[in-house]
């Protein structure tokens, strides 16, 4: 599911994502639409926008989470011109599963997206999990504890409380810096440490 106020969007996005047979995009004008939606239909990923007339993005993932709908709710993309760091680490910190900055590269679109439906960017099968479909793992089961990163030259670590980002750290930087440098990471080795576990518990 899509929603996004601008028509552009949703073309391009189809053209970026529907590549793949497996991967079908419905798309909404706002929130309100969206979010009525959700009510209905069991999806597999959400994308929004924030600024939309009716229900902004803000205001429809407040309405998810306190949503009784029978379906869980999917991972939550945010795709925003709005770059400010500080409103994106909200966004993290509230349980979105990823932030993407308008414009965007088709190859980052569809490296979270598919990443998090755990697909390769092809749309077949992942042999290798990305930090995307990690990242999605944490929001979508409400896990706390610890992703531990390192990709060979860099460690790092990312702190979750029930499935919100609280902290992020790789290498010497911090926060969004951090977070976009872990994601280049071509060889990428996680590890999930729970916050009431002593040792490890390897997940990849």
Partial sequence: MCADDD??????????LEISPVVMMKSFYNGKDAYEEFQKVDYDLIITDLSMPEMTGLDFMRALSQSKTKFKIPPVVVMS???DSSLIMKCLN????DYIIKPAEP?????TVFGLLRLDNTGKPLSHRTLSSFMGEMT?????????????????????????????RFGAMNGLEALEEAKKSKFLQISFVASDAATGVQIT
């Fill in 7 to 16: 028509e552009h969007i949703h073309l391009f996005l189809r053209a970026v």
């Fill in 81 to 83: 011109s709005m770059s």
């Fill in 94 to 97: 509230a349980g979105v599963a």
């Fill in 107 to 111: 190859s980052r679109i569809r490296s």
């Fill in 140 to 168: 979508l089961t409400k896990a706390s504890g610890k992703l531990l990163l390192t990709d060979g030259d860099a460690a790092g670590e990312m702190v979750y409380e029930d499935g919100k980002l609280k902290q992020i």
